[in-house]
Nanobody, 125 residues
Framework: QLQASGGGLVQAGGSLRLSCAASGRTFSSYVMGWFRQAPGKEREFVARISWSRGSTNYADSVKGRFTISRDVAKNTLFLQMNSLKPEDTAVYYC????????????????????WGQGTQVTVSS
């Protein structure tokens, strides 16, 4: 089970930190990621992290502004979002999947088996 939280309303240039509490299984052989979906648009990849190795991958649109991390002891995934822009407005979802390919990119939402409920992020101009 994945439970996302931390969304809210923030002005452009501001910051938010999203959390995703994971439970029900051991995630040591998992990849966990963040996706987002803006109104009228398809769900898109934001960032992902290998739970065991901590290796990360980011969408070009958020590189240098967002940081994905995890607290292994607390089974919690984070997304630190800085320098937020109005175009970052979306519902943000956390997701998890077992590692199937060691060198997989895991940027496609179809690769993920488990999803959280989403948290709304609204950035005002």
């Amino acid at each position: 089970q994945l439970q996302a939280s931390g969304g809210g309303l923030v002005q452009a240039g501001g910051s938010l930190r999203l959390s995703c509490a994971a439970s029900g299984r051991t995630f040591s052989s998992y990849v966990m990621g963040w996706f987002r979906q803006a109104p009228g648009k398809e769900r898109e990849f934001v960032a992902r992290i290998s739970w065991s190795r901590g290796s990360t991958n980011y969408a070009d649109s958020v590189k240098g502004r967002f940081t994905i991390s995890r607290d292994v002891a607390k089974n919690t995934l984070f997304l630190q979002m800085n320098s937020l822009k109005p175009e970052d407005t979306a519902v943000y979802y956390c997701a998890a999947t077992p590692v199937r390919y060691v060198y997989g990119a895991y940027v496609d939402m179809r690769e993920y088996d488990y999803w959280g409920q989403g948290t709304q992020v609204t950035v005002s101009s």
